[in-house]
């Protein structure tokens, strides 16, 4: 009881900051030349990125054949990269909108880069519908706009229109709330710039701002508005993703629980990203005072809960395939845990369901190797979910004599890299150009009153205790 | 005067200006206009150029071609029928050969033959593309080098003449001929010299049936098998309904009798298979016996005993202990003893003894004059390996100074192929007639091409009375000429094929016709129609002597020992149309395995063996070796090994690179499959097939098989539970009894909702009856044909991507040893609530007022989602470009269909354009669309007739009468799709039941 009675008394940010630091140190890692450890992170992600692009191109340029999709399995890397990366965009529009709406003040040291992972994450994710077509070039028909041909529009019954709609105002939306959340931070970095047209760039990009009360007041109430409008997107997207499962007719997708699953799933799994990068943020980034031991633990208590919402759902599949009566139903279960991706199904169950329960332990909480371990297991294993829902379902459907099965080609590997490759990019870039933690925000929660250096040296001592 | 005004001259660019005038050509050409020889250029070239031989072809010579049905004129762009007859086997069925501007695209079956009655086999469907082979011989070779045919016949005739000053022998060797006119120049050729002979023989020989008729009636011959007139058939190893002498014809006949009865059903039909391996024939059999390879003649010898002591004659054999229950012998004699006159009993041994026995069989059972006609025999099969073999030793004497060789292959066919080859290379002029550079011709110092049978006048006799004719549909596409021109060439008096055919006509079919009318009318009107049935000039009936006869022994049990079946597959029987893509991708009825032949063994020997599907394995007799990946193959013998004939034939190298060329595309190396000619045992007695002890050992290479089947029965393996074994199973089966009972019409559920469709004309349907169909994949290729589907080769197979817009579920049920096999065609089903349609983002698959689930292609984007949501597994997606691996077979395409480009899904779709083109020609007419009028390609090639296409609209249709009958079911009706498309239950007639 001790340890949680210190841990409520632990501040969000360490190291006992002024505002002036906050800005000092989160506007230092932009403004100081970047580490060799940031070199060596972007030219890994922009080759990986570069072998996803050579890949994408052959495919575009041969055949989507080049892909180890058959007439059985339609979907495989594909979708599940999509949904992956659609679902690891979710934590952040939770941290940054409905953390917001339930004053839950440590947010503010992690919701700017959740934010830009979202975003990062909602790119990754596009590009995944958009080349697994056929036809990529003529995607655009997917767009509802007037036409000469009679017009026709398109399927609105269909979930990939939908589909469509939800992640294209998801990424508005996102891109929109991230942007206004920037504001006072770009007029910081207006303010400290050196040459007089980045003074004139980011004097646009702040919008004129001007630090009074008005402005304050209203970026407020935008702010609060803006996550008021965010939030049901956290809901409504998992859910419309989940539909293009779920009204379908294949036993093991069409499934009513989907919407709950994939959103509990989405989130579980952006949490688990947001802790691998801000693992990685604090300790190449020397933000170690922003990114405390505290947000560690309050986000692995967010990857239990939802952990357990996953498990909860996987218990609850099974139970109503055997409680359906259906055979076609209770077979694509059987098929799923003990078919032949049952490996699959093994590392899915393992690492969404089981390794998660060491975060039960605070000492697991406070090890951040090991959190950082279990996040990284969480992302193989959401992966994986989503495989094995959209592969295992398909291989083995109605008719036996059309079974068969997946394997993913050179090409498939060399895209899911790219688009990681992509995400760390667009990420780590991010880190360089815009202040990664919100300083405004932070400042609203440093301590009002430092505390006298003894307490602060109490509060290190607790830091030195965290293994890295 | 005026002034003459300069004409105004318009200019594109400054250059064009400036250019000095008159320099500018009309149509500026593109600067790379040569490298732009592309699909669509070629096609447009082709296209033009064979419209334009066509209209030559109509000006020159109308008195040429007549189509089936009279037209004022020919219509650009109309398919017109012509009557013809199939050159691609000796079964000979006749043909409504389609042209589309002057080029043949699809063949379908004559409706007026009496033997083939419409229908057609995969291999006729699929010789279309052999028409338009590119590496066919365009022209004639003397030592290899192109030359004319008028040097070719210097040299021939040249060389009959000295054989005929010297006495020296001159041989014909050709295949089976059941052209009368070709048989007449050929006695004539033969006659004019004195030391000529004809030898005939059969790739795949069945020599042994006319060595028993021999024995035991006097006289060599093929009889006429009528399974039409048989409720009880006993084959032994003969593969009647796949390869054995006229699929075609059997099929229709076999399936008419087993649906005569109530509800399309006949109760006394029954089948009894008694084979080693598991041929397509065998997977339809009411009762399959295993045997081993050439047992069967000692259990035909029982079963012969067993009926003489039912006759009150017992014959004085005594016999070893048969390798079968002897209850099942019982039984199988009481019922054909029972079926006296309905009974019919084959058997494709070739061993002599086997088929005396079988004749006795059908003696005892009164089959002569019922079942089997000897009055009018057959001629399909007229190879004698006696001669054969008469001939091989000539050739090893060096007595030969003139052989031709025509339409065969003997380097390939026939066993020891290097004693073959050092025989034939001392021949002082080898001729052959072949289609292009084989095995044979390489060998040859002239070689003079064939037409395509297409391409000539022809006419053939496959059964004494029934003459039809072959009419040209196409200009020859190279310098070929037709054998028979060839022939009258070397016999000194060169006619045109036309000619000779005419003559040949007037001469002796005329006469025979008994015809009321002049010659030319009757030319005319047999033309047309394409068939004439004569009556026959009976001489004097054979008699069954039974004298000397003896029993089979039992071959000499060889204790875990394994024995060889060579035997045709379906697709590609003897091997003659090995160039054939659409044939070597056509998955085989029984194993699914597309591109290759394999080393089949049951699964107790496999598991014996320690090899498993893809293992390669050295197979080895004596001095012979082949290696063949295994595949294992449920219900056959454990004592046999099973090979198909056909494969492995040269030049078929060229299959390599067909398919998709990508990072990860697997190529193969070397012919498709390894031919198991030389395991073939020639002996006294004739070639034979079964019997040769082998010894299989695994080698570690695996060599992966393309099949487009992976999971083989509907029950599913180990902890999972089974699906489809309730009543909403995907293949229903019900029995006479139950059938007896009323069986229970198909009723609609109930529905709360509104029909979302309200079908206000016409509402399409198609009911597929499984009873009858028997797996022979003629619909398959059919469609192929038809719907313009590309071929993707091996990988792209084995990778779950073949095309074919209808595939046949084959499923088995049963273990091991004892398997019941159930065939499905499985094609887009037209549900009512379909479930492709709703997810589909784009509205590219929309269902028509009539009941068309309609693929619009042009606005696929390719999400693929439809074919994920369909539980049918139908839709095929072009994940590559499919190029045709020949350019020239683009000729082949149906220019009703549209040729799908990379990217978008497709499907059946009931012949849409067949559909259109029914309704737009009675619409023409002012009448109706009458039932029967429109038919899908399937239905239209179906030899079993399993496939009835129709309005559901209309009660009075054929396929709302099977509908509202009691054997109708829906695949996955549970799921409330409401296909358009359904299924009669397959009607088990097991031993029970027909005691009972």
């Excluded at chain 2, 334009?52 to 008195?63: I, R, Y």
């Excluded at chain 2, 012509?82 to 006749?94: I, L, R």
């Excluded at chain 2, 039974?546 to 089979?552: M, R, Y």
Aim: hydrophobic share 40%; charged share 20%.
């Amino acid at each position: 009881m001790a340890e949680v009675g210190q841990a409520l008394e632990l501040p969000l940010i360490a190291g006992n900051k002024r505002p002036g630091d906050v800005t000092n140190d989160v506007m230092g890692v932009i403004e100081r030349r970047p580490s060799l450890l940031w070199w060596g992170g972007l030219l890994l992600s922009v080759v990986a990125l570069l072998i996803g692009l050579v890949a994408v191109t052959y495919q575009v340029a041969t055949g989507i054949g080049t892909w180890g999709l058959n007439g059985t399995v339609g979907w495989a890397f594909d979708i599940t990269n999509f949904v992956f990366w659609i679902g690891i965009g979710h934590a952040g529009t939770l941290i940054s909108a409905i953390l917001f709406l339930l004053r839950q003040k440590w947010r503010t040291s992690v919701n700017r880069s959740a934010e830009a992972m979202t975003l990062f994450a909602v790119v990754c994710a596009g590009i995944f519908p958009l080349i697994h077509l056929g036809r990529p070039w003529l995607a655009f028909w997917m767009m509802p706009y007037p036409n000469g041909r009679g017009p026709l529009w398109v399927n609105f019954q269909s979930p990939l229109i939908w589909d469509f709609f939800a992640i294209s105002t998801y990424f508005t939306i996102s891109a929109l709330f991230w942007y206004v959340g920037l504001i006072p931070d770009l007029a910081t970095m207006r303010d400290r710039a050196k040459t007089p047209l980045k003074r004139k760039v980011l004097g646009w990009l702040s919008l004129g701002w001007d630090g009074s009360f008005r402005t304050w007041h209203r970026y407020e109430t935008v702010y609060l508005l803006l996550a008021g409008l965010a939030t049901p997107l956290v809901i409504s997207v998992h859910t419309i993703v989940s539909m293009d499962f779920a009204t379908s007719i294949l036993p093991g997708w069409h499934t009513t629980i989907f919407p709950p699953y994939f959103v509990a799933g989405a989130i579980f799994s952006g949490m688990a990203m947001v802790l691998t990068l801000m693992l990685i943020a604090r300790k190449t980034m020397r933000l170690e005072d922003y990114i405390t031991p505290r947000h560690i633990d309050v986000m692995c208590k967010l990857v239990v809960v939802t952990s357990g919402l996953v498990g909860l759902a996987y218990a609850t599949e099974l139970f109503s395939a055997f409680y359906s009566g259906n055979a076609h139903e209770q077979f694509a279960f059987i098929n799923r845990a003990t078919g032949p991706l049952a490996w699959g199904y093994g590392i899915m169950v393992a690492c969404n369901v089981l390794i998660p329960q060491l975060l039960w332990s605070s000492r697991v909480r406070g090890r951040l190797l090991a959190v950082f371990v279990i996040s990284i297991a969480v992302n193989v294993g959401m992966w994986f979910e989503r495989f094995i829902i959209i592969v295992t379902s398909l291989e083995r459907s109605f008719l036996p004599s059309s079974w068969s099965s997946y394997t993913p080609t050179l090409i498939e590997l060399a895209t899911l890299l790219g688009s990681f490759g992509l995400f760390f990019t667009l990420f780590l870039l991010f880190c360089r150009f815009v202040p990664a933690i919100a300083m405004a925000e932070v400042k609203g929660v440093l301590h009002p009153h430092p505390r006298p250096p003894a307490e602060a040296d109490g509060t290190s001592s607790v830091l030195a205790e965290v293994k890295v | 005067m005026h002034q003459m005004t300069k004409p105004k001259r318009y200019w594109m660019t400054r250059v064009d200006r400036d250019a000095p005038a008159g320099v500018q050509p009309e149509f500026p050409t593109h600067p790379q206009a040569d490298a732009l020889a592309t699909r669509r250029a070629f096609l447009k070239t082709a296209g033009f150029s064979f419209a334009g031989l066509a209209a030559a072809d109509c000006g020159s010579a109308p008195q040429f071609a007549l189509p089936h049905t009279q037209q004022p004129e020919l219509t650009p762009g109309r398919g017109y029928s012509y009557a013809s007859t199939c050159g691609a086997c000796e079964a000979a069925c006749g043909l409504l050969v389609t042209t589309h501007d002057g080029r043949p695209t699809k063949i379908e079956g004559n409706p007026d033959h009496p033997l083939s009655g419409g229908a057609t086999c995969a291999v006729g469907q699929a010789s279309i593309l052999g028409l338009y082979d590119s590496l066919r011989l365009t022209y004639p070779t003397r030592g290899g080098v192109r030359t004319t045919w008028a040097d070719v016949d210097a040299e021939i005739l040249a060389a009959l003449g000295s054989a005929r000053q010297n006495g020296r022998a001159v041989r014909l060797l050709t295949g089976t001929t059941t052209s009368p006119t070709t048989s007449a120049l050929i006695r004539t050729l033969v006659a004019s010299v004195p030391n000529g002979r004809h030898v005939v023989y059969d790739p795949v020989s069945s020599s042994a049936i006319p060595d028993a008729y021999l024995v035991t009636h006097g006289l060599r011959l093929l009889p006429h098998y009528r399974f039409g007139d048989a409720d009880v058939v006993v084959s032994f190893e003969a593969d009647f309904l796949g390869t054995w002498i006229a699929p075609v014809e059997f099929t229709r006949g076999y399936t008419a009798r087993r649906r005569a009865g109530d509800q399309g059903v006949s109760g006394n039909a029954h089948h009894v298979q008694v084979e080693s391996r598991l041929s397509l024939t065998g997977s339809k059999a009411d009762r399959r016996i295993r045997v081993a390879p050439g047992d069967v003649g000692h259990i035909a010898s029982h079963v012969a005993l067993r009926l003489s002591m039912l006759a009150g004659a017992p014959l004085p054999w005594t016999l070893e202990e048969a390798a079968v229950d002897s209850a099942v012998l019982d039984e199988l004699t009481e019922r054909l003893w029972a079926s006296r006159g309905r009974a019919l009993v084959v058997t494709s041994s070739q061993d002599v003894g086997t088929q005396v026995v079988c004749n006795l069989i059908n003696q005892l059972l009164g089959s002569y004059g019922t079942t089997i006609d000897l009055d009018r025999p057959s001629n399909q099969r007229q190879g004698n390996d006696n001669d054969l073999q008469a001939l091989r030793a000539e050739l090893a004497r060096g007595d030969v100074a003139v052989l031709i060789v025509a339409g065969v292959n003997p380097v390939y066919d026939l066993p020891d192929s290097a004693g073959l080859v050092r025989d034939l290379e001392r021949v002082e002029h080898l001729v052959s007639v072949a289609d292009r550079l084989d095995e044979t011709a390489r060998l040859a110092h002239v070689v003079c091409p064939d037409h395509h049978y297409l391409e000539t006048w022809g006419d053939a006799e496959p059964v004494a009375g029934v003459v039809s004719l072959s009419q040209p549909t196409i200009r020859p596409m190279g310098d070929t000429r037709a054998f028979i021109e060839s022939l009258t060439a070397w016999s000194g008096v060169p006619q045109s094929a036309y000619d000779a055919v005419r003559a040949n006509w007037e001469q002796s079919i005329y006469p025979r016709a008994g015809a009321a009318d002049l010659f030319s009318a009757f030319w005319n009107r047999t033309l047309e129609r394409g068939v004439v049935e004569l009556t026959p000039t009976v001489a004097a009936p054979l008699v069954f002597s039974g004298d000397g006869l003896s029993p089979v022994d039992r071959v000499a049990a060889n204790a875990g020992g394994l024995a060889l079946v060579l035997y045709p597959k379906v697709a590609m029987r003897d091997g003659r149309h090995a160039h054939n893509a659409w044939l070597h991708e056509m998955p085989d009825p029984v194993t699914k395995v597309t591109w290759d032949n394999y080393a089949s063994v049951s699964p107790a020997t496999a598991e014996r063996l320690g090899v498993s599907d893809g293992d390669v394995v050295r197979v080895v007799s004596g001095d012979l070796m082949v290696e063949l990946p295994a595949f294992v193959q449920p219900g056959q013998h454990d004592g046999a090994v099973a090979v198909a004939l056909g494969y492995g034939r040269a030049g078929t190298e060229r299959f390599n690179n067909v398919g998709p060329s990508w990072l990860q595309a697997r190529t193969r190396e070397g012919p498709v499959g390894r031919s198991a000619a030389p395991f073939v045992v020639a002996g006294d007695g004739g070639r034979r097939y079964d019997g040769r002890r082998i010894t299989v050992t695994k080698t570690e290479r695996r060599h992966r098989l393309a099949s487009t089947q992976e999971q083989h029965s509907l029950a599913v393996p180990g902890a999972v539970a089974p699906i489809g074994t309730s009543e909403h199973s995907v293949v229903q089966e019900t029995s006479v009894a139950d059938l007896g009972h009323g069986g229970h019409p198909h009723e609609p559920h109930p529905d709360l909702w509104p029909r979302d469709h309200q079908y206000p004309g016409h509402r399409w349907g198609m009911t597929i009856d499984l009873d009858s169909c028997t797996g022979c994949s003629a619909c398959v290729v059919a469609c192929q044909v038809e719907n313009n589907v590309p071929v993707v080769g091996p990988d792209e197979v084995s990778r779950h991507r073949a095309m074919h817009w209808l595939r046949i579920d084959r499923y088995y049920a049963g273990d091991d040893d004892d398997v019941t096999v159930a065939h499905q065609p499985m094609l887009c089903q037209h549900c009512e609530q379909a479930p492709c349609e709703a997810v589909c983002p784009v509205l590219a698959t929309v269902h028509s007022s009539e009941g068309l689930n309609e693929q619009v292609y042009n606005r696929c984007v390719g999400t693929r989602y439809c074919a994920n949501n369909c539980p049918y597994k139908v839709r095929r997606f072009n994940w590559f470009d499919y190029p045709r691996e020949d350019v020239a077979a683009n000729l082949v395409l149906n220019p009703n269909v549209t040729v799908r480009s990379r990217g978008v899904m497709e499907k059946c779709s009931l012949c849409v354009q067949r559909i259109e083109e029914g309704k737009i020609e009675a619409s023409r007419n002012g009448v109706a669309v009458a039932d029967g009028d429109i038919k899908t390609a399937c239905q239209q090639s179906c030899p079993a007739e399993a496939i009835v296409f129709g309005d559901l609209n209309d009660p009075q249709s054929r396929v709302s009468t099977l509908a509202a009958g009691g054997r109708t079911y829906r695949v996955l009706e549970e799921l409330n799709t409401r296909p358009a498309v359904q299924y009669l239950k397959i009607v088990r007639r097991d031993e029970n039941e027909s005691h009972g």
